[in-house]
Structure formats: structure tokens, C-alpha cells
């Protein structure tokens, strides 16, 4: 959906390099979902996160990736010492909330193809 | 636990035949169901969604999905193909909780042969 904004579109890093996604959900959207799409594959969850708080954090890998969705600003997601396994399209899908409500739809941004040489 | 399975990684069809595209789904409670649809390059977008009510749902450029609680499908329909229908395309579960995390199934790329 174009209301949710990711940059950079492409980021090519070299092998021990630090590699920084972002993503702007949607105007009044507070809840942020992380996913990464190997080649060849389907998405994976990586992580859940509301406002200054990492609510699910099950699918990232446990070094070298982190997170946050701070109160002002876009989400990040964080890659240190990237390796060539990390070359994937990550998407990031933002959602806004009713009190009460369950599963309201997820909008997607365009994703960064990230390619480590 | 939930889990996707999409019969079938590649699907060729000829302009105009029908669409059929295969998902089964596990899930421990009631599920939620998507289908979303990805260009080269593009994230996704979604086509269409069962969260209750009608097990038929209809979704945008002409698909539709049947949901069977009985067979755990969703299969992804649509009577006449498209050129522009040539994607890859993603099936769905989610469950009814707190918070919505999406399990994709490993896609299936449609071509659409002229």
C-alpha cells in the first residue's frame, strides 16, 4: 500500500557492514510488523512492535538483528556485521487498531531488497 | 501452531482459462485467511480475506476463495485469466488473538501464457 513508506528501496552492504532499514507506517497506524522474504521463498515473520515497545520478537534471529519503533520517528530494524545470508527483501506492514478489535488489516510497504556483496 | 502449504510452486495457465490456486491451512483455532498478490519487485497487496461470516468471499480483479473448514482450504479462484494477472501469489493464516501475526505460505507464481 503506498501509505506505507520504506527506505532505502535497494542497499547493497559489503560483508561486516552495518545495514539500517526504515519504515513509516500509515498516518495514525501505531503497530508495526517486520518480514523477510529470502529469494525463492514466501515472507517470514521476523517481529511485532507498538510504539517504544517490541511486542513479539520470535522470528528474528537472535544476534545481530534488532529493533525499534521509537515515539517519534520510523521503525527500524537493525542488521550489524551483515553476512551474505542476509540478502533478502525485508517488509515492514504497518496497522492501525480499533479498541477491541482483532486482526485489522496489515498494509505493506514496498520493501528493501538488501544484497550483501 | 499454524502453518500454509500452497500445492503447486509454479501454475501456467493460458490468457482466459480458468485460475485455480491451491492453499491449505493448519491452525489450532478458528483461523483468519488471506491471499495476497505480489508484482516483481512490489511489496504486496492483498486480494482478499475470510475472517467469518460467508465462506465465499470475493475479492478485487475478479478473484474469489471458498473457504472449507471440512478440506482446511482456501483455494484461490478466478474464471478468466489475465495477462496482468502474471504474479506471485501468497495465501495466509492468522489467528484471533492479541495481535496478528501473518504466516505466509511459500507462494505460487502464476504465468499467463498468451
Redesign the interface.
Known sequence: ?AG?MQNPRHLVRRRGQEARLRCSPMKGHS?V?W?RQLPE?????MV?LQKENI??ESGMPKERFSAEFPKEGPSILRIQQVVRGDSAAY?C?S?GRRAGA?????F????T?LTVL | AQSVTQLGSHVSVSEGALVLLRCNYSSSVPP?LFW?VQYP??????LL?Y?TGATLVKGINGFEAEFKKSETSFHLTKPSAHMSDAAEY?CAV?A????????????TSLSVIP
Not at chain 1, 108 to 111: A, E, I, K, T, V
Not at chain 2, 41 to 46: A, F, K, P, R, V
Request: aromatic share 22%; no cysteine; proline share 6%.
Open positions: 500500500n506505507v503497530h510488523y518480514y521463498e514466501g515472507l517470514k515473520f511485532y511486542i513479539d517488509f506492514a496497522q482483532h486482526n485489522n488489516e496489515q505493506f510497504g514496498p520493501g531488497r | 483468519y495476497y519487485n512490489q511489496g504486496l497487496q492483498l480475506k475472517t501468497f492468522s484471533p488473538v492479541s495481535y496478528d501475526k501473518v504466516i505466509f505460505g511459500p507462494g
